[in-house]
């Protein structure tokens, strides 16, 4: 069990996990402008945005939202792939994770750091899956 829970971490941390793995999906139960408490939904702040971006597929009440939690790459790192150090992976531009190398801490609300597929591709490498968040939250440490 042991061995098969080190072979996910190091394929989550070394971006060989394609980004639909990370999808967590979740039902607006009213419309995104309705909720008191935003802030704290990822899936209400993806939906906002999507709205404000006139995007038209999950902003509705009853539809679902897609997000992935996520890291920013630091602005002055380019986003191709980079060689990797010792116990670092290169990235992937395969829609996997990010490497676990030269990644800005994870900052601000877990909500705050959701964002929806299309965002991630789209951010020209500057958001990467927090690899730190999964296997925490959704993998037992090893």
């Known amino acids: 069990v ?3 829970l ?7 941390t070394t971006g ?4 639909h793995k990370f999808v967590i999906t979740k039902q607006l139960t009213k419309r995104p402008e309705d909720y008191p408490d935003a802030k704290g939904q990822p899936h209400v702040l993806v939906a906002q945005r999507r709205k404000a971006a006139g995007r038209r597929d999950g902003v509705g009440m009853g539809e679902t939202v897609p997000y992935v939690i996520c890291v920013r790459r630091p602005t002055q790192q380019p986003p191709q792939q980079q060689p ?3 116990g670092e992976a290169a990235g992937s531009d395969a829609g996997g994770a990010a490497p676990a190398t030269a990644l800005a801490p994870a900052s601000g609300s877990f909500a705050e750091r959701a964002f929806h597929p299309e965002e991630i591709r789209e951010s020209g490498g500057e958001l990467v899956v927090d ?11 090893v």
Do not use: T, W
Request: charged content about 25%; overall charge positive.
């Open 2 to 4: 042991h061995a098969h």
């Open 6 to 12: 080190r072979s996910i971490r190091d394929q989550v």
């Open 131 to 141: 690899a730190e968040y999964y296997l925490g939250q959704q993998v037992r440490r």
């Open 84 to 86: 990797a150090a010792e």
């Open 16 to 19: 060989a996990v394609p980004l």
